[in-house]
């Protein structure tokens, strides 16, 4: 066990990499010569092929789209959901056209800097949570002020010429529908729904981060002897291609990732959108003169993939790990923090079918906690967490929208006064102790530590 725990960390511990499996898959990939000629040159600009169609193919078993199976042409392969954020900015935003970037909050903070690079400094926005994953109404009035603001300011001069690049976003919005990053909470249908006809009235783009869905289990323990659980709702991609029509550019891209179910280190992900936006994105500069990102360990997961060597990793190592963790968590919780008014809060209740019953899922890598108004604040506690006991986690005001006053004056009365905690690092031990730890940061009152123990 280690001395320093660290339950902010939002890593997979190494020991679950499927190292043998990938030196399989490479071993494999570089001794065929068909395959090695094509993963040692310049990658087309929509990626591998062959992967392609076995991540196309792979998301559609997974999701069951209602439009049905998803065409390779929606598929491009990126360097990862961070690179592929990068990416869709340089097509899809100029700063003299783009009004505004909005984030859910809290949000995912280190999405922020990537904004910031991309010229959008002081403009990003943030747009508050509520226990179905956001503020739809919040969102809609900021938006109707913002249009007006800028009807009455002028024209925006495009930067990029839109005969080069095809379509400018006049507003984005960055989000983390399921399992969210730091809040865990998953968004509705409902809302899905009608966040989709929002952004079509105010020509906006929705990047989805997509990272955690496939990591998902009943939050409480089950008769089933299954691990494999259907999806919770439609993807935002998928609403948006069910009531779209086929040439139209769409308004969300769905961003995901292997880092969290492989490793991070092999720096691959995918983007799914319409057909003109993967072509689009497939175009920017950087991939036109480099070839496709990551080509070549696309090649080694490509194997990984369409073997099922992936899939069974996912199933019998990942979500049987990761549940496990998750119940030690929440158990901690409910015995060391529960009693000192702490709660989870990670919105409201919801239901999927399971063999003839319905369960509440639970997924991903994140839980979000709340202090009560009595204890310090969130920061003085991760402080004497990190000093007193080498106890670190992510402290509420740290996911505030930076450069977003009003998102920081929120995080006082809400989200700021809470708690980001990570399973996927630390052993069960390491969690339990963590948490336990935990409470002597909480004061440093002996007479409230000797009443609780």
């Not at 910031?116 to 747009?127: C, H, K, P, T, Y």
């Not at 400018?168 to 919005?173: A, P």
Request: net charge negative; with cysteine.
């Amino acid at each position: 066990m280690s001395s320093h725990i660290n339950l902010q960390l939002g890593w997979p511990t190494p020991r679950l990499f499927p190292a043998e499996q990938l030196a399989a898959a490479t071993t494999s990939s570089l001794l065929d010569p068909e395959i090695a000629k094509s993963a040692l040159i310049y990658g087309p600009d929509l990626g591998y092929t062959p992967f392609r169609e076995s991540v196309a193919e792979w998301l559609t078993s997974f999701y069951q789209p209602p439009s049905g199976a998803i065409p390779i042409d929606r598929i491009a392969i990126t360097g990862g959901a961070s690179q592929n954020l990068a990416s869709i900015l340089q097509v899809f935003s100029d700063p003299n056209t783009t009004r505004r970037i909005w984030m859910v909050e809290p949000t995912y903070f280190l999405a922020c800097t990537i904004f910031q690079d991309a010229g959008f400094a002081g403009r990003l926005r943030g747009v508050p949570e509520n226990e179905h994953g956001i503020d739809i109404e919040f969102l809609r009035k900021k938006l109707s002020k913002f249009e007006y603001e800028a009807s009455q300011n002028g024209v925006y001069h495009e930067i990029k010429p839109t005969t080069q690049y095809g379509k400018i976003f006049r507003h984005i919005l960055y989000l983390t529908p399921t399992f969210s990053n730091p809040s865990a909470k998953t968004m509705s249908t409902p809302v899905r729904q009608q966040l989709l006809s929002l952004t079509r009235e105010y020509d906006m783009l929705i990047i989805s981060d997509d990272v955690y869905d496939f990591l998902r289990w009943p939050a409480e323990e089950t008769k089933s002897t299954s691990v494999k659980m259907a999806p919770i709702t439609p993807r935002l991609v998928d609403l948006d291609r069910a009531t779209s029509s086929d040439d139209s550019w769409g308004n969300s891209i769905s961003n995901g990732s292997f880092s969290k179910i492989v490793a991070p280190g092999v720096r691959v992900g995918w983007a799914e959108a319409s057909t003109k936006i993967i072509l689009r994105l497939s175009q920017n500069g950087a991939t036109r003169s480099g070839g496709a990102p990551s080509h070549l360990t696309s090649t080694f997961l490509d194997h990984l993939l369409s073997s099922g060597a992936m899939q069974k990793h996912i199933d019998e190592i990942l979500i049987r790990t990761y549940q496990s963790r998750y119940r030690v968590l929440m158990k901690a919780i409910k015995t060391h923090l529960e009693p000192l008014g702490v709660r989870i809060t990670t919105g409201a209740p919801y239901t999927v079918p399971e063999d003839n019953n319905t369960i509440v899922p639970a997924g991903g890598f994140f839980t979000y906690i709340t202090f009560p108004p009595e204890l310090p604040s969130a920061d003085v506690i991760a402080k004497r967490a990190k000093d007193e006991q080498a106890l670190t986690f992510a402290y509420g005001a740290m996911f505030v929208v930076k450069g977003d006053e009003t998102s920081a004056e929120r995080s006082k009365q809400g989200f700021g006064n809470g708690a980001r905690l990570c399973w996927a690092w630390h052993e069960e031990e390491e969690i339990e102790k963590g948490l336990k730890v935990m409470v002597e940061a909480f004061t440093d009152n002996s007479i409230l530590l000797s009443a609780l123990y």
